[in-house]
Structure formats: C-alpha cells, structure tokens
C-alpha cells in the first residue's frame, strides 16, 4: 500500500501583481514535495492558481472572493478519491462557524475528510469523517499562518497542521 500525502491550503488571497513570495519557502518546497496541493479556495486571481498548478497537481475549489475566472475553471464542491478514502474539498459551508455543520456538510456530500477553508485558522476534528480547515498560510485570524499534512494509508486518513511563521513551516 501507498501512502498518500496531500498539502491543503487555502484562503491565500494573493492579489494581483502579488507573487507565491508571499508563501513561506519550506511550504512551497512541501507543496512541491507532496504527492498533491489541495486549495479550499480564496486564490483572488488567476495568477495565484496558475502559480500553484506549476508547482505540483493541484486540486481546488473557488470562492467568492475568487476572480470571474477562477470562478469559470473550478468547481465550488469537489468530491474525489485518494487510496480508499473519499475527499471532499469546500470552501465553506452555509454554517462553517462550527465542526457540527461540517461534520453534517460531510455526510451529506458522502465523503471520509472534508477539507475546508474560510476560518483562517486551522481546524482538526475528528470523529466518524475527518475535518480539516488549513487555515490561511498568509492571512492568518488569531491564530499563526498555517497549512494541513494530510496522509492517507489505504482507508488510513491523517491530518497534522503545519505551523508557518517567521518564513518557516513545521509539522
């Protein structure tokens, strides 16, 4: 069996004009290390997703912060397969203040983790489906910028927030 490993953000917001410099470099070598980059949304530009999908595969949802076109490109709810567990990726929900909404978010949708953005603050709860929101790696609120290491083993589903600050990641 193979293990998995996902990097999840979201809520980057990089503007135009902006660049991926605005990610802390140990993040972008992880992104480019991981197996895939998951966005829950809040790119703002185009530019940031091209950035992005340069780097490594890249699956993402957009928002509605999100330009007209990323708008266009990408879906607002995907539902995908990794190994045996099935992933839902959001950016919020129409309750996302608390895990109980989004733990119901994720039973309706029918998947094991779902992976949400919006709070920029990261979030692990774990009960019968796995919640993950990254929290923001450039635009934190009250908490520190971060992202989510997500592992999955078979039918194994793992998250672990990478904390980022002072232009370093760790796990």
Do not use: Q, W
């Amino acid at each position: 069996m193979i293990t998995v490993e996902l990097i999840a953000i979201a809520d980057t917001h990089i503007k135009e004009g902006e660049s991926l410099d605005r990610l802390p470099a140990t993040l972008i070598s992880m992104m480019k290390e991981a197996d895939m980059i998951v966005h829950a949304g809040s790119f703002d530009t185009i530019e940031c997703y091209n950035e992005l999908s340069r780097l490594n595969r890249l699956a993402a949802v957009h928002d509605e912060m999100d330009t007209e076109d990323v708008v266009a490109l990408l879906p607002d709810r995907l539902i995908m397969d990794v190994e045996e567990v099935r992933l839902g990726v959001i950016h919020r929900g129409e309750h996302v203040t608390t895990t109980t909404s989004m733990r119901y978010l994720a039973k309706e949708m029918g998947v094991d983790v779902l992976i949400f953005g919006h709070l920029h603050k990261p979030v692990i709860d774990i009960s019968d489906v796995l919640l993950l929101c990254p929290g923001s790696p450039t635009f934190p609120r009250m908490s520190v910028a971060s992202a989510v290491l997500l592992r999955i083993d078979g039918k194994k589903a793992e998250g672990k927030i990478i904390a980022c600050g002072e232009g370093t990641c760790f796990s």
